[in-house]
């Protein structure tokens, strides 16, 4: 028997419930839910390369394209509105995801994964270097207009906020329309047996090139609205070490659903800040102690605990 | 003329550390399909543990000429341990699982082992100079070079030696090789897969902590260390072919030389040099310059 | 249906714990100030644990009573200072959501803090966007208030000018004949701007000097076999290098092991902390970022801030340690002038009193004259390693006063070096 689907619904739930948090929530907790939002994003296309078989130890390529892209819109050339800089963002990794996906597709497994390390770290020497790019201090972002609305106008501790959230559960729906679409059960299809998928005349390398510049797109918006959220865009946003927790976040979540990075995500930021509190010099143990528990006692991710709650439910009530 | 020879020389005592560097990380892929993240980790360890003891060792008044060998076996002495626990304890539970969850596993384990390593040896630099300085230095072409670092280039040689030997004209090395081609058909034959790859990753964590200790002397020992040489072991192994020691050897020596080149010639240039000449590779030829050609399996 | 219900109530009530456990708690005689600074990672060990170290000595014997003249009240304006310690390690985004904890959640009065100059630059808009009073103790790029200006942001250590600028005059005070100059300096922001500034102030003061090699090592790279034969191939008067922590540790170690120090002298604009813990050649150059450490001009408060500091942690307290004994200092002079006008000043208050501040610190007189009276202005001193003594010293000291090695407020640091360095005074 096949459930029904309420993702669609929950989404918009969760939307006006982290909307009503900016308002009712002291504000370094919106400010803690704003940050997880926009870097679940990320994760978001982590996981969908993750369905297809693929891990990218690179997102922090496409996340510091998006970063660098506020950044320089609004500094450079003019461009100030939050909603605009979204989109040119998205542009912005569809370029670059053509290009250097174009290597990559040829590529699987392990060397999928430091393939893509290699190129964040590439990126991240050429703006270290490179004093016109704001060398390794970076720059700051000045906070936005969002969709017209300047931050003198509307308190951007509170636009901003419902500006991303309203992007991200935007991409979560597509997302979760493209996971339920043939596209996306291709992915599936291709972690599983590659070469059956050929014989369904579906091509892999054309498959796994368009995945990636999907999840470079999420990558690059989710970079943008970072760069706002913080206000402050540097190379780091391009170490090997970030990308490392992006794909952190992807396994905490698991891949079972597309509410699992954003699940995730918010379970993340909450460890991490209270690990940085009670154990400042051994959070990071902290992490890899959790991820390797993750990984050998439940490799779906906290999601499947929604899976198996649900599962037993249902056999309760089966005759 | 003398700048290309000096070039030549500082190449090769680079390669020849980037070459002891990473040929553990090579040898454990190779045979165990594992691509250990948390090897910068265990040459931190070599790196603190050589480092420790040689400060000790010279405060207690011992004969230097000894020290040498005193801290390249505590080194590798800690590096085995490490694996021992790491391969024993943890890897053991996810072997047969997708090479990619083994290799966040490994990432873990470098989360945790940066911390263990803060917690048992501080934040503090750490200074082990003394077996560097007292070797002296040679004038070669008129420019002094560190005779401790000329003799790292002996040291790569014969580190590369012995592997070549062990694998190719030794019995266990044989098992290793009929491993590393078909492991289910080596297990039906009788090989005890198991112990040859506790085996190989305790070596591969010994040569990853023996890479530390040679280099512990020459800098401070500082938290982070082992961050910094995991990207560029990758870099050296990927472009020569993941899990060809032959590969590891043209790998390192190709990098070793070029930054030598860029350092001397266009220094600006230094950093990117590695990645040029690891996607210039890969374009041509996808798995490194050694790979193996993998069966499809359908 | 159920299941989701309850699932629902849990996560609900979850969220509201995490919501409801950390509301800001104020006690009447207290001063919460948060402290940041490197815990772990490569700059710890030279800088964040040291400033770390001050900044416990200084709070401890504040709160009792313990500080010599003029600092001899109790806590700052009699309220005890409580210190909230957090990890400068991570990316500035990173920092940026823990200074918001810190203000927002933890509820601290004051943030002191700040190694990377990366993070003061990402804190500085975000301290002004939640008018929280902070005082940056250590980074030094001047792009902070040369590129914008901030009302509740001020640095109370000098910008890394002063470290360029004053190592061009020394070396030429040095050695008026000089001819060439190397540098080696990491690839990032901090060595491009401490070469840049450097060979331009050296440039106006000595027109003809030749550039040898100008080498920029990947940061934290630790090998440098090559960059040394290139140095000794090119050999040039003075080595410049801007190198810290581990970097310059190891270059020095490997330089020295191949006579790179034989012929050429270095100068290290940040060596003097690693002056007691490594076998420095002798007769280099040596920078404390100011009139830190062992330049620190004899008082009563720097003797006792010395002898407490190394009975506490057995060795001496190094440029870090003085820049963060400093910011505190700072506060306590602000904080008490701006009770003259009212009992419990407000931030306003504070902010009045700090701009244009003088007060003395153990690293002498400090004047907050530049970025409208929110960065601090000190002279510049270089000396030269000796171990004549047989234990570690600095002979030759020279001290350039804050007028000759800074431009004057309002103008750009490189701007006023490349035009001449006009309207400096040395004498």
Redesign the interface.
């Known amino acids: 028997m096949r459930r029904k689907d309420r993702t669609y619904p929950i989404l918009v739930g969760l939307f006006l419930l982290f909307s009503g948090a900016v308002f009712f ?5 919106s ?2 839910l704003t ?1 997880a939002v926009a870097r679940s994003l990320v994760v978001l296309g982590v996981v969908l390369l993750m369905r297809a078989g693929l891990v990218s130890f690179g997102q922090g390529f496409f996340y510091c394209i998006g970063g660098y892209v506020a950044g320089f819109s609004s500094n450079a050339f003019g461009v100030t509105d939050a909603g605009a800089v979204v989109i040119l963002a998205a542009l912005g990794a569809v370029v670059a995801g053509a290009i250097v996906g174009l290597l990559l597709c040829n590529y699987r497994d392990i060397f999928f994964a430091m393939l893509t390390l290699a190129l964040s770290m590439i990126l991240y ?1 050429v703006i ?2 490179n ?1 016109a790019l704001g ?6 972002v000045p906070p936005p207009t969002i969709l017209g609305i300047s931050p003198e106008a509307v308190d951007p ?1 509170v636009s901003l906020p419902l500006f991303t959230f309203a992007v991200a559960f935007l991409l979560y729906a597509l997302a979760h329309r493209y996971f339920l679409s043939g596209f996306g059960y291709a992915g599936l299809a291709l972690r599983m047996n590659e070469i059956r998928l050929e014989y369904l005349s579906l091509s892999a390398r054309a498959l796994v090139f368009l995945k990636y510049i999907l999840a470079g797109v999420l990558a690059s918006v989710g970079g943008a609205l ?1 760069a706002y959220i ?3 865009v ?1 190379p ?2 391009a ?1 090997w070490t ?1 990308s490392g927790e992006f794909v952190f976040i992807a396994l905490l979540g698991g891949t079972g659903h597309v509410l699992a990075p954003l699940a995730g995500g918010v379970v993340f930021e ?1 460890i991490r ?1 209270y690990a ?2 009670l154990a ?2 051994l959070w ?1 143990m902290v992490l890899g102690v959790i991820l390797l528990l993750m990984i050998i006692f439940m490799p779906e991710g906290l999601w499947s605990l ?1 899976e198996r ?2 599962e037993r ?1 249902r056999d309760e009530a089966a005759p | 003329m ?2 290309p020879l ?2 030549l ?3 090769l ?2 390669s020849s ?1 980037l070459f002891i560097v990473s040929a553990g990380l090579t040898l454990i892929y190779g045979v165990m399909r594992i691509l250990n993240m948390a090897h910068g980790s265990l040459y931190a360890v070599g790196a603190y543990t050589a480092a420790s003891v040689v400060g000790w060792y010279f405060a207690s008044g011992y004969d230097p000429t000894l020290s040498y060998l005193v801290f390249f076996t505590c080194a590798a002495g800690a590096g085995v341990l490490a694996g021992l626990i790491i391969e024993r304890g943890i890897l053991r539970v996810v072997y047969g699982r997708d090479e990619v969850l083994v290799l966040l596993v490994t990432y873990a384990v470098l989360l945790i082992l940066e911390d263990v390593i ?1 917690l048992i040896w501080g ?3 750490y ?1 082990a ?1 003394q077996p ?2 007292a070797l002296g ?1 040679t004038k070669i072409l008129g ?4 005779n ?2 000329l003799l790292l280039i002996l040291l790569a040689a014969g580190t590369g030696a012995l592997l070549w030997f062990g694998l190719n004209r030794t019995r266990q090395g044989k098992f290793l090789r009929a491993v590393i081609h078909d492991r289910e058909v080596s297990e039906a034959m009788g090989i005890n897969v198991t112990r040859l790859y506790t085996a190989t990753f305790v070596i591969g964590s010994a040569l990853a902590a023996l890479g530390g200790a040679v ?1 512990a002397p ?8 082992g961050v ?1 040489v995991i990207v560029i072991a990758f870099a050296v192994v990927v472009t020569g072919g993941l899990g060809s020691i032959g590969g590891t050897l043209l790998g390192s020596l190709l990098i070793g030389l070029t ?2 080149a860029a ?2 010639l266009f ?2 240039g ?2 990117l040099v590695i990645f040029v000449i690891m996607a210039a590779v890969l374009a041509v030829r996808p798995e490194g310059i050694f790979a193996r050609v993998k069966a499809r399996k359908i | 249906m ?3 219900k309850t ?1 629902l109530g849990v996560a609900v009530s979850l969220f509201l714990a ?2 409801l456990t ?2 800001p708690v104020h006690a009447g005689g207290t001063l919460k100030v948060g402290v940041v600074t490197f ?4 700059a ?3 800088f ?2 040291p400033a770390k170290n001050a900044a416990e000595l200084v709070v401890d014997a504040l709160n009792n009573n313990m500080v010599p003249e003029p600092y001899n009240t109790p806590g700052i304006g009699g309220k005890k200072i409580e210190m909230v ?3 400068e390690a991570g ?3 990173q920092q ?3 200074f ?2 810190l ?3 933890k509820g601290v009065d004051v943030v002191i803090g700040y190694i990377s ?2 993070h003061c ?2 804190i ?3 301290a002004e ?1 939640l008018k929280a009073l902070t005082i940056l103790f250590d980074c030094g ?1 001047p ?1 902070i208030f040369e590129e ?1 200006s901030y009302k509740y942001v001020f640095r109370t250590g000098p910008t890394a000018t002063i470290d360029s600028v004053g190592a061009a005059r020394y070396i030429v005070d040095l050695k008026p004949d000089l001819k060439s100059v190397s540098g080696i300096n990491q ?4 060595g ?1 701007d401490s070469w840049n500034d450097f060979i331009s102030a050296l440039k106006v003061l000595k027109p003809d000097v030749e550039v040898k ?11 440098y ?3 040394i ?2 140095l ?2 090119n050999p040039a008067d003075f080595i410049h290098s801007s190198f810290w ?2 970097d310059m ?2 270059f020095v ?2 330089g ?4 790179l120090f034989d012929e050429q002298t270095a100068i290290l604009t940040t060596g003097e902390t690693a002056m007691f ?3 420095i050649p002798e007769g280099t150059v040596l920078g404390a970022r100011g009139p830190f450490g062992v330049y620190a001009p004899k008082s009563k408060l720097n003797d006792w801030f010395r002898s407490n500091y190394i009975e506490k942690y057995k060795t001496p307290p190094t440029y870090p340690s003085y820049k963060m004994a400093q910011a505190f200092f700072g506060l306590k002079t602000a904080y008490e002038k701006a009770m003259k006008s009212s009992k419990n000043p407000t931030k306003e208050d504070i902010i009045k009193a700090f701009e244009y501040l003088e007060f003395v610190s153990p690293a002498g007189k400090v004047k907050m004259a530049l970025g409208k009276g929110h960065q601090a202005l000190q002279e510049s001193v270089y000396g030269q390693f000796t171990k004549a003594g047989g234990k570690p010293s600095v002979k030759n000291v020279k001290r350039y006063p804050p007028e000759c090695v800074s431009p004057p407020d309002g103008v750009k640091s490189l701007d006023w070096i490349k035009g001449g360095m006009k309207g400096a005074k040395c004498d």
């Open positions: 929530t002291p504000r370094w907790f400010f803690l940050v020497s270290v270097k004093p060398g390794s201090d970076g720059f700051n501790r970072i913080s206000g402050h540097d780091e946003l170490y970030t909450v800040s940085f509190d400042p010099s990071q929604t709650f649900l439910k | 003398r700048e000096v070039i020389l500082d190449g005592v680079y550390w803060k934040v503090d630099a200074f100079y560097y300085a230095r420019i002094p070079f560190a401790y670092d280099t020459s800098l401070s020992v500082v938290p982070g260390i910094e930054r030598a350092v001397h220094p600006r230094e950093v | 159920k299941g989701r699932f995490l919501v950390a509301p815990l772990s990672g490569a710890a060990g030279p964040g644990v310690l957090i990890d990316s500035a985004t940026v959501t823990e918001r904890n203000v927002q959640k100059s990366g630059l990402a500085a808009p975000v966007e790029t792009r914008a690839d990032y922001a901090w491009h090699n100008e080498l920029f090592p990947k940061l934290f790279k630790g090998q076999g090559a960059e034969s290139s000794l191939v922590g581990g540790e190891a170690l490997q020295s092991a191949r006579g813990r490594l076998d």
